[in-house]
């Protein structure tokens, strides 16, 4: 039983984390049309850099403050010289952050060295927590992960910039006639969805090993994410996450994870049958 | 000449090389360019088998991996496990990879566009975990090997692809075949269905087409192909491996297709070999040469949007122009396609 809880509450923590780096997905996604294969190594990016500010500075706090803006940084370049001329061709956008996935990865394996390495938590604490000693990391990692998922949502909701992404995916034609300049809208969107990957990275990175392959795992699983809460609904993308974590962690705790794996692939083939648009959407569109 | 004798001619010239190929090879380069481009046309099928559902009905596999797969341990499992003959594994992973095209098929063609491509990937993911686990049949992470079983022995002659020019040859004989029934299959009226279905479904279906069973055709005939290149891939490499069946394969099968030209037969085979030829040359100069696969992938995708065919197409036009009499003397039907 208590393998069970313990399994579940990381399903719970590793399922805000992904909903975190599912969202950018589905903003790029959602906004630009762009099917980013490149964004799990988004995510290792941010492991990766991560890693570097705590091998500099010691100090695993600051890769908080620095990875995201990184990550954006990166994530403007990437959206000026890459998808910019492949806007509007959605295999194309497939081939060229396969492309993109490649020089990220093989990049850090030239910089990082290929053995994966392991970051210690910055608190190695741990809580009583429903009769086990949880470690009070990955509380904080879910609780940040809640933080930085509130925000966006504010951000998206409260501010202009915000306004105006969400015109943009509505009627890119008719926001652009009222003056928002949809090319800057875009190249924020892209590097917002870098930084959000970035910063999951960050937050899971004493979770996980740093390796320059962390990204293909995760993958799958950000789509899985995505599809299910239903492609463009952010809110879907969220809790879709949570609970296919959750499924996979208590799985995992009766079988193996290669089984749980399995068998949330099966629950996913099943939805994108049944309901492609996913299981949050009243109707088809 | 006109621009389609030019292709023809083309086609001839980069024949007669491949059948040449075991001969002048080693004297050019090195013998063991022989085996790579025994594998480039392995390997060129599978891109072959995305680019007939994404360049010819419009379908983008992200899961071609799962019939190379199926047909790698079709073959492996047939000789390793079961002790079948040459012919009889061939067979079985050929079958086995085509079923699971059925079944996959018959699920996934009633989505398209990105669900179409997301649940592609899903079915090969299910089948990649499940060849990890299952340890007994598979091997696992490690895969499985074999030994090379005979093609034909009678009494104490015998045919085997142990050796490398019976290889090449017995590879160039299979894949030769797979890319002429594709080319009947395209010039068929099934062909035809394919490109309405490609061009609009809605309109497809209105003139009395079953769009569904069209899709599920090509669908069952891509599987028959991408499992047609595992089993040989198995044969050429002797062993099967679980992580053949990953996405990636079909992400650089998609890229191979893309990059060589999606929606012409050969595009596919340019596209693989210009890759793997990249691989074999820059990978002793930089260990990092993935980098500029990258780079080069990305170049492609924006300055060549259909491919390297398409550039060919357009050269071959500019070439034949000249040669061949307009059809109007009016000037301004030149730049009408």
Known sequence: MELVIALGMNGIVWGLIIALIALGLSI????????????????????????????????????????????????????????????????????????????????????????????????????????????????????LSIAAIGCFFLFLHRTKLGTWMRAVRFDPETATAMGIPARRVYMVTFAIGFAMASLGGVVAGPITTVDFQAGVDILPFCFMAVIIGGLGNLEGTVAAAVMLAFFEGVMASFTDPTLARIGSLCLMSAVLLVRPHGIFSGSTR | MTAA???????????????????????????????????????????????????????LSFGQALFFGMGMYGVAIGVAKLGLGFWPAFGLGVVMATAMALVAGALAVRLTWHYFAIITVVFSLIFYFAALSWKPLTGGDDGLSFTMPPIVSIGEWELSLTDPTVQYYFIIAIVG????????????????????????????????????????????????????????????????????????????????????????????????????????????????????????VILVVIFAPKGLGGLWQALVRRIARPETPPPSTDAKGEDLP
Request: proline share 3%; aromatic share 14%.
């Open chain 1, 28 to 143: 790029i996604f959602g906004l630009l049309d762009i099917i980013n294969i490149a964004h799990g190594d988004f995510f290792m990016v941010g492991t990766v850099l991560a890693w570097f500010v705590f091998d500099t500075t010691g100090n695993y706090w600051l890769a908080f403050a620095i990875v995201p803006i990184l990550g954006f940084a990166i994530g403007a370049v990437i959206e000026y010289t890459v998808i910019q001329p492949i806007k509007n061709a959605a295999a194309l956008s497939i081939v060229a952050t396969f492309g993109l996935s490649i020089i990220l990865q093989e990049s850090v394996r030239a910089t990082f060295g290929a053995t994966p390495a392991r970051l210690t938590a910055p608190i190695e604490e741990t809580v009583p927590l429903f009769g086990l000693e949880y470690e009070v990391y990955r509380l904080f990692a879910a609780l």
């Open chain 2, 5 to 59: 004798a030019i292709n023809r001619l083309g086609l001839v010239v980069v024949a007669l090389l491949t059948l040449a190929a075991p001969w002048f090879l080693p004297l050019l380069v090195d013998g063991f360019w022989v085996d790579i481009y025994a594998e480039m046309l392995i390997w060129s099928l599978l891109a072959a088998s995305v680019n007939l559902l994404f360049g010819y009905v419009g379908l």
């Open chain 2, 177 to 296: 075949v797979c890319y002429a029934l594709m080319g009947v299959i395209l010039k068929s009226p099934l062909g035809a269905a394919f490109r309405a279905v490609k061009e609009n479904d809605h309109r497809a279906a209105l003139i009395g087409l079953n769009v569904y069973l069209i899709r599920l055709t090509a669908f069952v005939i891509a599987g028959f192909i991408a499992g047609t290149a595992g089993a040989l891939f198995a044969f050429f490499g002797r062993y099967a491996s679980a992580s053949y069946m990953f996405y990636h394969v079909s992400g650089e099968a998609v890229v191979w297709a893309i990059i060589g030209g999606a929606g012409t037969l050969l595009g596919p085979v340019v596209g693989t070999s210009l890759l793997i030829v990249l691989r074999e040359e820059l990978s002793h100069a930089w260990e990092h040469y993935l980098i500029l696969v990258g780079i080069i």
